[in-house]
Nanobody, 114 residues
Framework: QVQLVESGGGLVQAGGSLRLSCAASRTGFSIDVMGWYRQTPGKQRELVATTIRDGRTNYADSVKGRFTISRDKNTVYLQMNSLKPEDTALYYC??????????WGRGTQVTVSS
C-alpha cells in the first residue's frame, strides 16, 4: 500500500520560514512528478509547486521567489520563506508515477500569523 508521510507544518509568524517534507514509499512504479498543493476552507485545492524527474520545477505565481521545491529520490521538500498570512492552508503532498497513478498525502497544516 502506498504511503506518503508528510511533516513540517506548524505555526509561524509572518516573515518566518517552514520546511515541509513528504516521503513516498510502496508506489510500485517509479515516481515521475512530486509536488505540493494547498487548500483553505471553501476554496479549491491549488498548485503550489511541482518537480519532475528531469529536474524541472513549476511554481504558482504567488509563491515564486519565496518557496523552493526540491527532491531527493522519493522524498520531496518545500522550503517556504518569507511566509505571509495568505499562505495559511492545509498543504498536501502529491505524487504521480510513470504510469500515471496519482496519490495524495493527508495534509499538513501551515498557519502564518500576522
Amino acid at each position: 500500500q502506498v504511503q506518503l508521510v508528510e511533516s513540517g507544518g506548524g505555526l509561524v509568524q509572518a516573515g518566518g520560514s517552514l520546511r515541509l517534507s513528504c516521503a513516498a514509499s510502496r508506489t510500485g512504479f517509479s515516481i515521475d512528478v512530486m509536488g505540493w498543493y494547498r487548500q483553505t476552507p471553501g476554496k479549491q485545492r491549488e498548485l503550489v509547486a511541482t518537480t519532475i524527474r528531469d529536474g524541472r520545477t513549476n511554481y504558482a505565481d504567488s509563491v515564486k521567489g519565496r518557496f523552493t521545491i526540491s527532491r531527493d529520490k522519493n522524498t520531496v521538500y518545500l522550503q517556504m520563506n518569507s511566509l505571509k498570512p495568505e499562505d495559511t492552508a492545509l498543504y498536501y503532498c502529491n505524487v504521480r508515477t510513470i504510469v500515471h497513478n496519482e496519490y495524495w498525502g493527508r495534509g499538513t497544516q501551515v498557519t502564518v500569523s500576522s
